[in-house]
C-alpha cells in the first residue's frame, strides 16, 4: 500500500508538503528519505478507466465545496467533531525506519512469527516498504518498514516509547529472542496489579517491544507508546480532533509518570495509543527513527477541518496524492507527532 510517507521533506519528520521534489543527485541523506504513498500505484491506476475519473470528480467536487467555503459555519462547528467520533476509523499501520531490512523481517518472523504481507522497492526513489503483521491489512494493524538506500542508521531520539505485542506464551518469545540474539531488556515480570506478565525485548535497529501474556488476542500488534509534555492537552486534542475514545489513564506517582489510552474500541481487541507524560517532562527530542500512525478514514476533507477546529495543524492538506488516487492528508499533534489520514475505500482499492 501507500501508507508511508517516510520522507523527510518537511521540518517535521515525512511529509508530502509539495507535489514537486528536487532531483535525488541534490538532496543531502534526510532529504533522500523515503517518500511512501508515492509511486506504488502509479501503473496501476494510470488505466484504471471512466469509472475512476468520474470518482475523482465526484471527490473534487466535494472538496471544492469545503475550500469554498460552502459549508455554514454552525454545520462547521456544531457538527464536524461529532462526525470525526461517527466516522469509521481505525489504525491501519505504524511506519518507521531500518538500517537492515531483511535482518529486521528475519528478526520479526522468526522472533515474533509475523509475516510478511507485501514488500515494494521504489528504485527511482531509493526506497524499500516492507509491510508485516498477523493477518489481512484490510482488518489488521500491521507494521511499514522503510529502508532508505545506503542509511544504515537512525536516531531514536528520548519521544518514542515503544511498540505493544501480545502474545499467549510470553516465555517462549523471550527465550526466541534470546536464541536468536536478540536483546532482554526486562525479563517476564508481573504487571502491577494483575495477573499477567509482561517483558521487554529490543530489535536489531533497537525499538522498544512489550511483549504482553494475553489469550487470545484479536490483535497481536496491540500498541504504539509515545511521550508528550502535557497529557491532559494530548487527551484533549485526540479525543476531539481523532475521534478517538479515552480508554483508561493511570497515574504512577512510584515511577513518576501518567499514561492514557486511547483507541477505537476495546484495548484487548484493537490496537491502541498509549500516551505517557513523564512528571516534569515538556519536551522531547523526536530523532528521525519513528515515522507516524495511519488511520483509516470516509472522507480525508472532513478529517482535515475537523483537525483544524480542535487546533491541530494539517501538514498536508486533503486530497489525491501525488502519482495515485489515494485520498489522504496528515498532520502533527501538540507534540510534534505526525499521523496521515488515508480514505477508507481508496485504501482497499490499493491492497486489491
Known sequence: MFIGFTSMASSIRPSLSSIKFPPLSSRNPSQKLSLSYLGAGVRRFRNFGLMASRFLRRNENCMGLMASGNMSPATTQENLLDWAKQDKRRMLHVVYRVGDLDKTIKFYR???????????????????????????????????????????????????????????????????VRAKGGKITKEPSPIKGG?????????????????????????????????????????????????????????????????????????????????????????????????????????????????KLAGGRVTREPGPAPGVMTKITACVDPDGWKTVFADNVDFCRELE
Do not use: W
Open 110 to 176: 522468526e522472533c515474533f512469527g509475523m509475516k510478511l504481507l507485501r514488500q515494494r522497492d521504489l528504485q527511482e526513489l531509493r526506497y524499500i516498504n516492507a509491510f508485516l503483521g498477523y493477518g489481512p491489512e484490510d482488518a489488521h494493524f500491521a507494521i511499514e518498514l522503510t529502508y532508505n538506500y545506503g542509511i544504515d542508521k537512525y536516531d531514536m531520539g528520548d519521544g518514542f516509547g515503544h511498540f505493544g505485542l501480545a502474545v499467549d506464551d510470553i516465555s517462549r518469545v523471550v527465550e526466541l
Open 195 to 307: 495477573n499477567s506478565l509482561y517483558a521487554f525485548i529490543e530489535d536489531p535497529d533497537g525499538y522498544q517491544f512489550e511483549i504482553l501474556q494475553r489469550s487470545p488476542a484479536p490483535e497481536p500488534l496491540c500498541k504504539v507508546m509515545l511521550r508528550v509534555g502535557n497529557l491532559d492537552r494530548s487527551i484533549n486534542f485526540y479525543e476531539k480532533a481523532f475521534g478517538m475514545e479515552l480508554l483508561r489513564t493511570q497515574d504512577n506517582p512510584e515511577a513518576k509518570n501518567a499514561i492514557a489510552v486511547l483507541g477505537y474500541g476495546p484495548e484487548e481487541k484493537n490496537a491502541v495509543l498509549e500516551l505517557t507524560y513523564n512528571y516534569g517532562v515538556r519536551h522531547y527530542d523526536k530523532g528521525d527513527a519513528y515515522a507516524q500512525i495511519a488511520i483509516g478514514t470516509d472522507d480525508v476533507y472532513k478529517t482535515a477541518e475537523a483537525i
